[in-house]
């Protein structure tokens, strides 16, 4: 997490929460948050608290648990989950739309995306591209990246590689790849 990245994020714990709750439609409790986040409990808990006093997210109490889920009748929560997506860039985004898909052994960002985000000078990236390593079902690699390319403002452009192709190393494609900044996407 950088908040360092557009400094009006007063923490890296603040960005990890806000990603965590807004990058899901669905209500998440705080384990789940703790889970997703790696952050304290204590810290989570005051995260979720803020942010539910300041009216951008909703909590249901089940008993003793809460559910946050974000508040989308709030103006200000469709501009904070772009900007959250803008400075976590698409790597989570891209993980949680991958996950769940059988047949992909390994996937990363390559290319001037993960160049610029190693710290190689250059233009800003008009595009993402991600590699996928394995034997999935292409249909559903696109269909899951499709819904992504609208919230990280950016074209995913996809290519896949078989994994004996990967591991041998063969190929312009593999070789290009293997010998630049790569940002692997953790999607198990």
């Not at 008993?63 to 889920?69: I, V």
Request: glycine share 10%; charged share 20%; aromatic share 4%.
């Amino acid at each position: 997490m950088h908040s360092s990245v557009l400094p009006i994020f007063r923490s890296d714990s603040l960005l990890a929460v806000l990603d965590a709750v807004l990058g899901t439609p669905d209500p998440v409790s705080t384990s789940d948050v703790i889970r997703v986040t790696g952050l304290s409990q204590p810290l989570a808990h005051r995260e979720l608290k803020r942010l539910t006093e300041t009216g951008l997210f909703l909590e249901k109490r089940i008993g003793r648990s809460a559910l946050f889920q974000a508040d989308e009748s709030n103006p200000a929560v469709s501009h904070l989950r772009a900007l959250t997506a803008i400075v976590l860039g698409p790597q989570n985004h891209l993980a949680r739309a991958l996950k769940g898909i059988p047949g992909i052994e390994c996937s990363l960002i390559f290319g001037s995306f993960a160049a610029r985000a190693s710290g190689v000078p250059g233009g800003n990236p008009n595009d993402i591209d991600l590699l996928i390593v394995g034997n999935p079902d292409r249909r559903a690699v696109y269909g899951a990246v499709e819904g992504v390319e609208g919230v990280v403002g950016r074209e995913v452009n996809i290519s896949f590689v078989r994994p004996e192709r990967w591991a041998s190393g063969e190929g312009e494609l593999v070789q290009r790849v293997k010998a630049n900044p790569t940002l692997e996407l953790t999607v198990a």
